[in-house]
């Protein structure tokens, strides 16, 4: 009988499990994932860490909404740990709460040692992250960092939903693409009681703008010309917008992040700061459906290939709520993993 040790936490409401040992593969909490680069590492997990993924972020050790990490020695010189993400269905390319996780738990129980915790240099799929981690008391209380450069691809682009609806959205990364929509446009009000619902729209318009819209990352990165998620847009009552917002994400297979999404925000920065709503370090505050919030603003201006982008910095809280040791037992006729929705 296999055994893994994982690490649990939840950033504003969202769960992240740390794995900090796998089966055949060497190395405590940091895994040597074979790879010269995270994105080869994140390849060769797509092609050999596919049971794993699903026996911890799948029924019955996980659930449909699970979200995992995978930490590893980093890849650059200078790089103080690596990062692969996962979920319900597959491998990311960043995740912003991901990060927030990581550092509060690498810093609290000592996973990784980084010479300077509020310069902590992170090598993920999607490029360099620099995070802090802002201790009081002897713990993490809050994390904050700075993301990839993020841009708007295109905006207002139409989506045709069928049924005579067409619809605009706003194309931006972050760390991944995703479509942006007014939730009022299809008649969404941002509650907990309005989740069916915005499962079903949110998959809805993801599958219609990959059938209607190529994507191509400036940067030239192959691995990152896809949609990873819809995002829907709600004014917060008596609140100016967009310095106060909320912000729910749909990614992944029909996947709801209980956070505002920290690759989500950096985009939302971005397509203000293209449409001249926010100025550079103007705080922007965004809700989640569990109403947790992430507070981001735009801190430089930079570009990918001549494409005009910002640097976003997040910042939010992270919370351990458990450590586990799961076993595999190869009698187990769930031992690698169900979903229901």
Avoid at 33 to 50: C, N, S
Avoid at 52 to 71: N, S, T, V, W
Avoid at 267 to 292: C, F, N
């Amino acid at each position: 009988m296999e055994s893994i040790q994982t690490l649990d936490l939840h950033t504003a409401g969202e769960p992240l499990r740390i794995i900090r040992t796998i089966p055949g593969l060497a190395g405590q909490d940091l895994l040597n994932v074979p790879g010269d680069t995270i994105l080869a590492k994140r390849r060769w997990a797509q092609i050999h860490l596919e049971t794993l993924r699903r026996q911890l972020m799948f029924e019955p050790r996980g659930h449909a909404d699970m979200y995992g990490a995978i930490l590893t020695p980093p890849v650059t010189p200078d790089g103080d740990v690596g990062v692969l993400f996962l979920h319900n269905g597959g491998f990311s390319t960043m995740c912003g709460h991901g990060i927030i996780g990581i550092v509060k738990a690498g810093l609290d129980r000592d996973l990784f040692q980084p010479a300077d915790s509020s310069n902590i240099r992170i090598d993920t799929p999607a490029g360099r992250v620099v995070a802090a981690g802002h201790v009081e008391a002897g713990v993490v209380a809050r994390v904050s960092f700075q993301n990839v450069p993020s841009f708007v691809l295109a905006d207002q682009l139409k989506i045709d939903l069928g049924d005579d609806l067409v619809i605009q959205a706003a194309l931006a990364f972050g760390g991944a693409f995703y479509a942006y929509v007014d939730a009022d446009v299809v008649g969404l009000s941002l509650r907990p009681d309005r989740y069916p619902a915005i499962v079903d729209w949110g998959k809805r318009i993801k599958q219609a703008f990959m059938q209607q819209h190529t994507i191509v990352h400036p940067g030239g990165e192959q691995d990152l010309n896809f949609l990873y998620g819809s995002i829907f847009v709600e004014p917060l009552m008596d609140k100016p917008f967009p310095q106060y917002s909320r912000n729910v994400c749909v990614f992944a297979e029909g996947e709801v992040d209980r956070s505002p999404t920290g690759t989500g925000v950096s985009g939302r920065a971005a397509i203000h700061y293209a449409r001249g709503e926010v100025s550079l370090h103007k705080q922007l505050i965004m809700h989640s459906l569990v109403d947790s919030a992430f507070q981001v603003r735009c801190i430089a201006e930079t570009d990918v290939n001549g494409h005009q982008a910002i640097i976003p910095e997040v910042n939010g809280q992270a919370f351990i709520t458990g450590e586990h040791q799961f076993l595999l037992d190869k009698a187990d006729p769930f031992v690698d993993g169900f979903l229901l929705r």
